[in-house]
Every structure is written in structure tokens, then in C-alpha cells.
């Protein structure tokens, strides 16, 4: 049951700025979850305000998104970027900025949720200074994204186990599908309270137009085959393999293939390096004439993009939920993923797309040509893609089930940190 009057509360997000531009380097699929829960729970009548830290001296301290719904930016380190890697000894800071602004507003929230290993440590040491609950969103776990990788970075076991700790001593943790609470269970800890809720996606934005008149919008030819990524330039994402895959397919330049692969780069940063040794593999494969590179694609052209693909290829090798996947899925657009946690949860094999193993080149070229050459099955698998969107992931239902969580922990709670908090004031 929703209450009568709603909190204010938080959202903190110190490394995914929920105001900031999608696509790029480390802005993905966390800061569009914050900003879209922060907005599905201002409408449900929250009053949701949205922590970040500023990352250079042009942006505003406080973006509004609707009457009930903010971004704040507070001071942690210098206002420049700073790597996820470089960020944690940043926080203390943050903490403290926290903290002033609070006072300064004369009030203090009695429920924050942290999203993002940084942001739960955060939490953890908030709650030890003032009465709070607190709910946490992984978005990536140290233990998962650490058995893929070589180069572990120095940060990595303070990351473990502050990622334990919060398992084990928040409110509650909010898994994004089944396979990360499994994940968690498995390789974090036993204890603490898990609750899967999975992301969402905008299903009024992808969906809405048709693949042809999407390829007349692009300049996309009607009988071309378009394959397509769209994500981070990040090597875990594996678009290597399906550079790979597309060499070993039957789809040839001189066929109208078109391979794009959609995201932001900075020249110089670690995107823009995995961008040119990505484009590197394209040239030495001999598919330069029918691949491109549009860059960042904003909100006025991804549905488009969506929408004008055959098959949207999402190859990563490790992926908590991946909101590409059921963005493709909405557009009607099937998906080819890797057989890897939340994608396991989102793609229906045989139904809404087909599931292959991480990294295997071949399997990836099947499945992509499996589907491109059936345009019959493709439409079938892409109607059977926007149904379940319809059904399991919109963000207002994703809202809805926050706010029966934190409303229970609230009415559980609240009279005692009510309590508390007029002794500390
Ligand atoms: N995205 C975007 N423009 C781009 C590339 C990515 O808007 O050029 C968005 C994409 O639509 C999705 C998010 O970035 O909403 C990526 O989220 P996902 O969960 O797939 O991956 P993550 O970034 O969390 O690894």
C-alpha cells in the first residue's frame, strides 16, 4: 500500500552522474537507472534527490528534472574526472559535503539508496554517523568482473570487501535479475537481505517507428543487413568478438551488410584506445567499407537505430542486467547476447533472440546469421522481444516495487529514527 505522504529521500551515485550524457567511457547503464528510477519515483510522489560529485567546473550544482526530482552535485576531489579506479579516496569528502548540505537544508533523509560499490561505502558510513536506511544497487560486483580481467587495479580488495560488508549489513540489496542474486549468494556472502527487481527500460521512446521509415531517417538502404552494437567502449563489452563473428558469417560488405557499432570515445582515454584497437580489427579483417562508427547516440537518434537494425548483438562477457538488450527488445529488434547473467534473465532463447557462450566468435556468426537471413523469423522474434518488455520491465513498475520496499522498511523503522534523530538535533 503506498503511503499518504512521501519522504524525502536519496539517491546517491557518486561515480554515475544521473544528469550526465549516456554513452561514453563511464557513463552507461547506472546513470541511466538512477535518473529513470529517480524520475518513476518523483511521479509516485517522492521527493527524490539525486547525489553525485561534480566532474568538471561547467556543470551546474543542481540540475531539476521535475518538480519533485533533482540531481545534486557535491565536491569530492577536484572537478575534473577521475576514474572509478582513483575515485575512492575522494569520499571521505564527499561524506562530509553530505553532510553540510543536509544542515544547510534543515533536514536529513531517512532513506538513501546507493548504486555502485563506491556510493554503498558511502551509505555504510553515513548510517554510522546519523539514524538511516539504506538499500543498495550493485550494478557490477568485484568478484565477477575480477575472475574476467588480468589487471586487477590496487583498489580491488578494498572493492571485495566493501561489497561483502554491504551484503551483509544493509537494509536491503536490490539484485537487477535472479543471476546476480545468485552471484551474490555464491561468491559474496549468505547473509543479508536480497530483493530482485530488474531495470526497465522506456517503452513510449523505443518502439514507436518502423524499421523502414527508421532506415530512411539513417540512410540506411531497405534491403541492407544491419548489425548492431551499442554500448561503452570498454573490453569487457567484447565487441572484438563480434567484429570477429561478422568476419566469420556469411554477410559480406559486398552484400549490403552494415555493421554499426554505436557508442561515445575520447581520444586519449581509455574508450577512446579500445575505440582505434577495435577499429584496428575492423581494418585488418577487411571490413572498413561496410562498418561505422557514429559515436555517442543521443536520445534523438537511438530509437532510430534500434529500430533499423536486424539484429542488435550484445557481446559482453560479464553483465549484471544490460539495458542495450531489452532497449533492442523493445524496438522490436532481436538480440544475440552472451549466455552471461541478467542477459540470461532478459533474452528468451529461441523466443525473443537467441544466447551464445562468451567469447565464441563462431557461435556469435551462426546465431547472427541465423536470424538476418530469416527476416520472417526476425519480425517474430522481434514482436516476441517487445511483448515481454511490455510485461516485466517499464520503469514505473521498477518504481512501484521500490516503493512498497522502502514504504515497509520505513513503517518498519521510521518512529524509531524519527526518534533518534531529534536527539541528534
Ligand atoms: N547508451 C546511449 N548512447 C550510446 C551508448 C549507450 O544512450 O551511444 C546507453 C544505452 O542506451 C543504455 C546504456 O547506455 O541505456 C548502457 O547500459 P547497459 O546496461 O547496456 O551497459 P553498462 O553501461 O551499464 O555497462
Redesign the pocket.
Given at each position: 500500500m503506498l503511503p499518504t505522504k512521501k519522504h524525502r529521500i536519496a539517491l546517491i551515485s557518486v561515480d554515475g552522474d544521473p544528469a550526465a550524457e549516456?554513452?561514453q567511457e563511464e557513463a552507461?547503464?547506472?546513470n541511466?537507472y538512477v535518473r529513470q528510477v529517480g524520475c518513476a519515483l518523483a511521479q509516485q510522489g517522492w521527493q527524490v534527490d539525486m547525489f553525485t560529485r561534480r566532474s568538471s567546473r561547467e556543470q551546474a550544482a543542481i540540475v531539476q528534472h521535475g518538480p519533485l526530482c533533482r540531481t545534486i552535485r557535491l565536491k569530492a576531489g577536484p572537478a575534473a574526472f577521475i576514474g572509478r579506479y582513483d575515485l575512492f579516496d575522494h569520499m571521505p569528502e564527499f561524506i562530509a559535503e553530505f553532510k553540510a548540505f543536509q544542515q544547510q537544508q534543515g533536514y536529513h533523509y531517512p532513506l538513501i539508496h546507493t548504486n555502485y560499490w563506491l556510493s554503498s561505502w558511502v551509505g555504510m558510513e553515513l548510517k554510522k554517523q546519523q539514524p538511516l536506511i539504506q538499500l543498495h544497487t550493485y550494478?557490477s560486483l568485484g568478484v565477477v568482473k575480477y575472475s574476467a580481467i588480468s589487471d586487477i587495479p590496487a583498489i580491488g580488495s578494498k572493492r571485495l570487501a566493501v561489497e561483502k560488508a554491504c551484503l551483509e549489513t544493509v537494509d536491503r540489496v536490490v539484485a537487477t535479475s535472479p543471476q546476480e542474486q545468485e552471484h551474490m549468494r555464491r561468491l559474496v556472502s549468505t547473509q543479508g537481505q536480497i530483493e530482485v527487481i530488474p531495470c526497465g527500460t522506456d517503452v513510449d521512446k523505443f518502439g514507436s517507428i518502423q524499421r523502414s521509415a527508421a532506415r530512411q531517417e539513417l540512410g540506411i538502404a531497405p534491403d541492407a543487413k544491419m548489425v548492431l552494437y551499442?554500448?561503452?567502449f570498454d573490453r569487457r563489452k567484447g565487441i572484438e568478438t563480434l567484429v570477429r563473428a561478422i568476419a566469420k558469417s556469411s554477410l559480406r560488405c559486398s552484400d549490403n551488410l552494415q555493421l554499426v557499432i554505436?557508442?561515445?570515445y575520447r581520444p586519449g582515454h581509455s574508450d577512446g584506445n579500445e575505440r582505434d584497437r577495435i577499429a584496428g580489427i575492423v581494418a585488418e579483417l577487411g571490413l572498413e567499407d561496410c562498418t561505422t562508427f557514429p559515436g555517442?547516440?543521443?536520445d534523438s537518434v537511438?530509437p532510430l537505430y534500434y529500430a533499423a537494425a536486424d539484429v542488435c548483438v550484445v557481446p559482453s562477457h560479464y553483465e549484471p542486467?544490460?539495458?542495450?538488450a531489452i532497449?533492442a527488445m523493445a524496438s522490436r529488434t532481436p538480440v544475440v547476447a552472451s549466455d552471461v547473467g541478467g542477459l540470461q534473465f532478459t533474452v528468451v532463447p529461441e523466443v525473443t533472440g537467441l544466447l551464445v557462450p562468451p567469447k565464441d566468435e563462431a557461435a556469435f556468426a551462426d546465431a547472427i546469421d541465423r536470424i538476418v537471413i530469416n527476416p520472417t523469423w526476425r519480425d517474430q522474434l522481434g514482436e516476441a522481444g517487445r511483448q515481454r518488455v511490455e510485461i516485466a520491465f517499464s520503469w514505473h513498475s521498477v518504481a512501484s516495487r521500490l516503493t512498497q520496499i522502502y514504504t515497509h522498511l520505513l513503517a518498519q523503522t521510521m518512529p524509531s529514527i524519527e526518534s533518534k534523530a531529534q536527539v541528534a538535533a
Open positions: 549516456i554513452g552507461g547503464g547506472q541511466v550494478h551499442v554500448g561503452r554505436g557508442g561515445g555517442r547516440l543521443d537511438l542486467f544490460g539495458l542495450v532497449e
